[in-house]
T-cell receptor, first 114, second 115 residues
Framework: NAGVTQTPKFQVLKTGQSMTLQCAQD?????MYWYRQDPGMGLRLIYY???????DKGEVPNGYNVSRLNKREFSLRLESAAPSQTSVYFC?????????????FGAGTRLSVL | AQKVTQAQTEISVVEKEDVTLDCVYE???????LFWYKQPPSGELVFLIR??????QNEISGRYSWNFQKSTSSFNFTITASQVVDSAVYFC????????????FGKGTKLSVIP
């Protein structure tokens, strides 16, 4: 019972490099989310996808792009990484958007940008 | 705008003590949902409980209990007879309304249970 799977678990980038964080869920959920977690800040929403084929900005979208590849997969891309993007990134999914649907989280990706 | 405040940044207790984690929220909506998540040292986020704004009944699950009080906009979490495995960061979160995607988290409370 995998739930939400994120790859990679750890990554170190140099400033200006690009990379894509991958996320897949096997719960047949419609909605998927990307958050970042910074020390003392809680989690902040970067982008979300309410359903396959749609994506929308969250609270902190600058410097990121997303792709909802299919119902299972939702990727997050950093086109030109900056030290300010050093963070732990979490992907989550929920059955649908709204009505207090529970969001289930992956194990996270620790990203360091030097 | 919605907001969640967890005033306790860090708490340390000795094993078997009871501990309460505070959560105060702000929202203009009459329909909203409150959550608690646990983040153990391994880093993943684990869902613990969801409460909707129309259900003020307190809930107990084993050693865990939750006290929801709309009058004080609080949704506090108590661990009875704490254990070392309870050591984690605990997040309270809020989402408003029917179609909202926005899950707003508090900054978390780090609980350390000392053997």
């Amino acid at each position: 019972n995998a739930g939400v799977t994120q790859t990679p678990k750890f990554q170190v980038l140099k400033t200006g490099q690009s990379m894509t964080l991958q996320c897949a869920q096997d719960m047949n959920h419609n909605s998927m989310y990307w958050y970042r977690q910074d020390p003392g800040m809680g989690l902040r929403l970067i982008y979300y996808s309410a359903s396959e084929g749609t994506t929308d900005k969250g609270e902190v979208p600058n410097g990121y792009n997303v792709s909802r590849l299919n119902k299972r997969e939702f990727s997050l891309r950093l086109e030109s990484a900056a030290p300010s993007q050093t963070s732990v990134y979490f992907c989550a999914s929920s059955e649908a958007r709204g009505w207090g649907n529970i969001q289930y989280f992956g194990a996270g990706t620790r990203l360091s940008v030097l | 705008a919605q907001k969640v405040t967890q005033a306790q940044t860090e708490i340390s207790v000795v094993e078997k003590e009871d501990v309460t984690l505070d959560c105060v929220y702000e929202t203009r909506d009459t329909t909203y949902y409150l959550f608690w998540y646990k983040q153990p040292p391994s880093g993943e986020l684990v869902f613990l409980i969801r409460r909707n704004s129309f259900d003020e009944q307190n809930e107990i699950s084993g050693r865990y209990s939750w006290n929801f009080q709309k009058s004080t906009s609080s949704f506090n979490f108590t661990i009875t007879a704490s254990q070392v495995v309870d050591s984690a960061v605990y997040f309270c979160a809020l989402t408003e309304g029917a179609g909202s995607y926005q899950l707003t988290f508090g900054k978390g409370t780090k609980l350390s249970v000392i053997p």
